[in-house]
């Protein structure tokens, strides 16, 4: 099965598709996760990328549609894959067609999680990770047991990223309402589109996501 997450950032596109991809071995596909490791490595997508990102706008779209065109065609996609920050343009849901067309595979489902704008800055000012295993905590939602310390892996190394605060998170939801919405009436048109609560608990929103894939399935 072959779906995409769509959502504001802080939504929870991310931590759902972790939960899908180690529950069904579907492949998360995280645009955002592959640039910020293209940055750590210095390559020239990360060099192009980086000041972009941290300004919170959008990467040019050919970009994008050469990195996610490479991916999709790797032979783990074929178990299913989740798109996770990727299509974010008009342009590259249409793109995004065309190449899985190339290829014989085709989407199944296209869900949209819904949250309030204020919950969205407060997940996303609160959040870090453990720079070793990739544990993701929160300040409120979901602190370390010791400070300083991962509690997964006890790796003292704790980030945050660069465009996890409130000025920037300004342009990230610009860009999402003016770029990334218009996106939604497209796969609507196509009957691929479900919208579901963003706002509940994270089990009850992986189950909602269940339930769709179930459907379509
Ligand atoms: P994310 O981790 O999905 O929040 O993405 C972090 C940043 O990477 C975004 O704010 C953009 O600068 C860039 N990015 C990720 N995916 C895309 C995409 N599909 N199109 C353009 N820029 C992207």
Redesign the pocket.
């Known amino acids: 099965m072959n779906i995409i997450l769509i959502g504001a950032?802080g939504a929870g596109?991310?931590t759902q598709a972790k939960i899908l991809e180690q529950k069904y071995g579907m492949v998360q596909l995280?645009?955002?996760?592959?640039?910020?490791a293209a940055v750590k490595a210095g390559t020239p997508l990360g060099l192009e990328?980086k000041s972009?990102?941290e300004?919170?706008?959008?990467?040019?779209?050919a970009?994008?549609v050469n990195l996610?065109k490479e991916r999709i065609a790797q032979a783990d996609c074929a178990k299913g894959f989740i798109l996770?920050?990727?299509?974010?343009?008009v342009a590259?849901a249409e793109a995004l067609d065309n190449m899985l067309a190339e290829q014989g595979k085709s989407l199944d489902k296209v869900i949209e999680l819904k949250v309030d704008e204020a919950a969205l800055i407060e997940r996303v000012s609160g959040r870090f990770t453990c720079a070793k295993c990739g544990e993701g905590y929160h300040d409120k939602f979901k602190p370390t047991q010791k400070a300083g310390l991962c509690d997964k892996c006890g790796g003292t190394e704790l980030s945050r990223?660069k465009?996890d605060n409130a000025e920037t998170m300004k342009t990230?939801l610009k860009?999402f309402n003016e770029q990334t919405a218009p996106i939604l009436p497209y796969y609507r048109q196509k009957g691929l589109l479900v919208s579901i609560d963003g706002m509940a608990n994270m089990s009850v929103v992986t189950k909602a996501i269940e339930e769709i894939m179930c459907a379509s399935s």
Do not use: C, E, H, Y
């Open positions: 950032p596109k991310g995280s645009t955002g996760d592959m640039l910020r990328a972009i990102m300004a919170g706008k959008l990467v040019p779209d970009l994008m996610i996770d920050g990727f299509p974010r343009t590259q990223r465009d990230r860009a």
